[in-house]
């Protein structure tokens, strides 16, 4: 299955969520980030701005996550 993203004009919207919706096609819809959310990494980022010794390397970090099955 291919994947294709649309740029769609406000105006046309509608008619052209109908028309992918009445070929049958699958529609992913546009996520919502909660406000809390959005806060959280804005107070992680600050925090980092102050103090970046804060971060680690990506290799450490991946050995710091527990997998799912492992």
Known sequence: ???VIL???EDRYD???ELIENLGLEV???IEIPEW???MVRER???????PDIA???K??????????K
Not at 45 to 51: G, P, S
Not at 60 to 69: D, M, S, Y
């Open 15 to 17: 008619f052209v969520m």
């Open 60 to 69: 450490e970090a991946r050995k710091q996550i527990k997998f799912k099955g």
């Open 7 to 9: 740029k769609i004009p």
């Open 45 to 51: 980022m600050a925090e980092y701005q102050k103090n």
């Open 37 to 39: 959310q959005k806060n």
């Open 56 to 58: 680690i390397p990506w």
């Open 28 to 30: 992913e819809r546009e």
């Open 1 to 3: 299955m291919r994947e």
